[in-house]
């Protein structure tokens, strides 16, 4: 059985499509399509349940249309509306083409503060969403203490990324950091 630390949320499942057993499935990571994936896991019912997938196609840069395996009535994806979509870590590939990533895929990484030079890391918190809506794209980062961080999405801030841990290594100016404190 996997565990649920061996995941990681890429998106939910929005709302039945058709008679046919599609659901619309709004997206923050589009990885199991880079890697071609059989299946991806749904949270029901608090355990995390592998869905083999059919078929899928876009409808947007962040909606898919999904046609999972024994799904086959508007009724049984309307069981899976509302569910959250996890992927494996293990599956995720370590040399991602960053050029095509947008800035959204890195919703749900750890992100830690690196003061240069040294490799001590600081836990600052978690990408919960992306605002790009700005000619400066900025990461919302919750902190452990459920505040939210305004982190710029810039090259020179951010060190390095590991896709398969989900971290992002930063190093943002102190002052940054504080601005809403």
Not at 99 to 121: I, N, S
């Given at each position: 059985m996997i565990s649920p630390s061996d995941l990681y949320k890429i998106g939910t499942l929005t709302r039945?499509?058709?008679?046919?057993?599609?659901?619309?499935f709004q997206?923050?990571?589009?990885?199991?399509?880079?890697?071609?994936?059989?299946?991806?896991?749904?949270?029901l019912d608090g355990l995390q349940?592998?869905?083999?997938?059919?078929?899928?196609?876009?409808?947007?840069?962040?909606v898919a249309l999904l046609k999972f395996e024994d799904i086959d009535s508007a009724d049984d994806a309307n069981r899976l509306v509302g569910s959250d979509v996890y992927f494996p870590k293990a599956l995720t590939p370590s040399d991602i083409e960053e050029?095509?990533?947008?800035?959204?895929?890195?919703?749900?990484?750890?992100?830690?503060?690196?003061?240069?030079?040294?490799?001590?890391?600081m836990f600052l918190g978690t990408?919960?969403?992306?605002?790009?809506?700005?000619?400066?794209?900025?990461?919302?980062?919750e902190n452990p203490e459920g505040r939210e961080l305004l982190i710029p999405a810039h090259e020179d801030f951010i060190?390095?990324?590991?896709h398969q841990q989900r971290h992002l290594i930063v190093n943002?100016?102190?002052?940054?950091?504080?601005?809403?404190?």
């Open positions: 039945a499509h058709g008679v046919r057993g599609e659901v619309a997206f923050t990571d589009d990885v199991w399509d880079r890697v071609e994936a059989d299946y991806l896991f749904l949270q349940i592998p869905f083999f997938l059919e078929e899928w196609r876009f409808r947007s840069d962040n050029e095509e990533l947008t800035w959204r895929h890195f919703t749900g990484f750890e992100v830690y503060q690196t003061p240069a030079p040294k490799e001590d890391k990408v919960t969403s992306v605002l790009d809506q700005t000619a400066n794209v900025l990461l919302v980062v060190l390095r990324a590991d943002v100016p102190e002052d940054l950091l504080t601005l809403n404190s």
